[in-house]
C-alpha cells in the first residue's frame, strides 16, 4: 500500500504517486494554468470563498472552466481528511489546468477544461523565523503583462527571485516592476509603517491582489489606522519604521533587510497579527 499523500484529481481521491498528467495539457506544457493556496487550521479553510473569487478572476483571464464553489470545498475538506489533517496547520493547494487544447484557445465563448487537483501537506504552527530577512533583487515584475493581478501555474520568475534572496542568506525576495516602483514579495505581499500609518503598493504596481493583503487592509479600516495603497519606492522601504509581509501561509510576519538590527517586529505589525489570529478564530468559530 503506497504512503504517499492523497490528493483529490478530477472528482477522485488518489495516492499522489498514481495521479497523471498528459504531457500535452498545457498547464504541465506552457505553464496555463492556475491555483490557489489556502490555509487550514484544524482542519478547516480559512478564506476560502476569498480564494475561489481570487480562482475564478484568473481563470477566467485564461479562459478555463471552474467547478462550482460547493464542489471545489467538499474536495478540499476530503483531501484534508482523507491526509489526517484535522488538527494542526496544512497548505492546501488548489490547481486548475488548461488542459489539451490548441494553444489558440478553444473559441470564442468556450471555457478549456483540464485537470482540477487539491493536495495538501501539512505546516509548521508557526514561521520558522519569526522575522523574515529581506533582500532586493534584480528580477522584475511586469506589471503591463497580460497575466498580471492573476495567479498562475507561470511562476518562474517569482521562484527564480525567491531562490535569488536564499542564496544571497535572505528568506524572500523584494521585487520592483519595470517602472522600479516596489511591488511585492516573490511570494508575498509587502507594506510599510511609517509613523503610524500603513502603505503597501497598488494593484496598479502589478502586485498580486492577495487575499490576507485585503484582510489586512481591511483589520487596519476596522481599527482606525491609516492605511494607503500607493505608489512605493525602494527609500520609503529602507526609511520605514516597520516592515511586514501577509500570505495566506506566513499570515501577517515582520521582515526587515538581510543585516539590519531588527529582532522583533514593531507594534503596529504585532497588532495586526494579532487581530488576524482573531479573524481566524471568528470565521471558523474557534
Not at 527564480?160 to 522600479?180: C, F, I, K
Not at 511570494?187 to 502589478?206: A, Q, W
Not at 516597520?242 to 499570515?251: C, K, N
Amino acid at each position: 500500500m503506497s504512503d504517499a499523500p492523497i490528493v483529490w484529481m478530477n472528482g477522485e481521491l488518489v495516492a499522489a504517486d498514481e495521479v497523471r498528467v498528459s504531457p500535452f495539457d498545457l498547464g504541465l506544457a506552457v505553464g496555463w494554468g492556475v491555483f490557489e493556496t489556502m490555509p487550514s487550521y484544524e482542519g478547516e479553510v480559512f478564506g476560502f470563498l476569498r480564494h475561489y473569487g481570487r480562482l475564478k478572476y484568473s481563470s477566467s483571464v485564461l479562459g478555463i472552466a471552474v467547478p462550482s464553489a460547493e464542489g471545489l470545498k467538499k474536495a478540499v475538506d476530503e483531501v484534508i481528511r482523507a491526509n489526517g489533517f484535522g488538527s494542526g496547520r496544512a497548505r492546501v493547494r488548489l490547481s486548475l489546468s488548461g488542459g489539451e487544447n490548441p494553444l489558440v484557445g478553444t473559441g470564442a465563448g468556450t471555457c478549456a477544461r483540464g485537470y482540477v487537483m487539491v493536495t495538501a501537506v501539512e505546516i509548521p504552527a508557526c514561521p520558522t523565523t519569526p522575522v523574515a530577512k529581506l533582500v532586493a533583487v534584480p528580477f522584475s515584475h511586469n506589471e503591463e503583462s497580460g497575466l498580471s493581478g492573476c495567479k498562475t501555474s507561470s511562476y518562474g520568475n517569482h521562484l527564480r527571485a525567491l531562490r535569488a534572496a536564499v542564496a544571497a542568506g535572505a528568506d524572500e525576495a523584494v521585487m520592483t516592476n519595470t517602472t522600479g516602483a516596489v511591488c511585492e514579495g516573490a511570494m508575498s505581499n509587502l507594506f510599510i509603517v511609517k509613523e503610524g500609518g500603513v502603505k503597501t503598493p497598488s494593484l496598479e504596481s502589478g502586485c498580486l491582489p492577495g487575499v490576507t493583503r485585503a484582510v489586512v487592509l481591511e483589520l487596519c479600516r476596522e481599527h482606525g489606522i491609516a492605511a494607503e495603497e500607493g505608489h512605493m519606492t525602494m527609500a520609503e522601504v529602507e526609511a520605514a519604521d516597520e516592515v511586514f509581509l501577509t500570505s495566506s501561509i506566513r499570515e501577517v510576519q515582520a521582515a526587515c533587510f538581510h543585516g539590519a538590527d531588527c529582532d522583533a517586529g514593531g507594534e503596529v505589525t504585532r497588532l495586526l497579527a494579532g487581530w488576524y489570529q482573531e479573524r481566524i478564530r471568528e470565521e471558523l468559530g474557534r
